[in-house]
Every structure is written in C-alpha cells, then in structure tokens.
C-alpha cells in the first residue's frame, strides 16, 4: 500500500500548498465574483485534501482503517478530477486538463491497487 499511500499524501499536500499559493498571489478571482460558489468549492477541495493527507499517513503507518478512509479519499479525488478540467478547458489551458487525466489514472490504480491489497483483509470481513 506504498504507492497509493505516497500518492495521497503527495496529492493532498499538493492541493494545499496550491490553493494557498493562488489565494495568496491572488489569482482566484471567483473570490470577488462568485464568493459563495468558490467556498463552496474551495470547501470540498479542503475535504479532499485532509482525507488524502489522514489518508496517506495512515496507509504508510499501515493502520487497520486506512484502506477504508484512502477509499473515500480516492473517490473524492475522483469527483476532482472529473469536474475540474471543465474548468481549465473552457479556458483551453489543455495541459492542465491532461493533468487532470494523469491524477484520473493514478487515483483508479491505486484504487486496484487497494481493492487487492485488501481482498483479504478488511473486505472478507
């Protein structure tokens, strides 16, 4: 459970230190334009973020818990990265709809790679 464990704790730090570095270069003009829309938003990739972070440790620290938490991590990850490009492509920054598609991808493998890592664990239970 290294890769997904590393995986989202690279990610779930990413997100932070990402969104405090647009927020604090003000580059996140939906601030002024569309505040309630981008807390919310902003809200649920803090979720998103925590979850990966708790997660990632736990996976590394080998935790019983720690599949089934990375699971619902993974899946908001997931929901991330579907809804986001939509974003960057209506701008046609498509470098970072291909991004997207790699966090897409990686966050599916280490999904498999949980499932199997776990068949018999916590899901013969």
């Known amino acids: 459970m290294k890769f997904a464990g ?11 230190l990402q969104w405090a570095f647009f927020i604090i270069a003000g580059e996140v003009p939906e601030l002024q334009t569309e505040p309630l829309r981008i807390a919310f938003h902003l809200a ?10 708790v997660a990632g440790i736990a996976l590394l620290r080998g935790r019983r818990w720690a599949s089934r938490i ?10 991330t990265a579907i ?17 997207f598609g790699v966090v897409l991808a990686l966050t599916l493998i280490s999904v498999i790679l ?5 068949r018999n664990g916590w899901m013969s239970q």
């Open 83 to 99: 809804v986001n490009p939509g974003y960057f492509a209506q701008l046609g920054q498509w470098p970072l709809v291909a991004m």
């Open 44 to 53: 649920a990739e803090g979720v998103t973020a925590a979850l990966l972070v």
């Open 114 to 118: 949980l499932l199997r890592e776990s």
């Open 70 to 79: 990375a699971l619902v991590a993974f899946g908001a990850l997931v929901y």
């Open 6 to 16: 590393w995986y989202a704790l690279v990610v779930g730090v990413s997100m932070i």
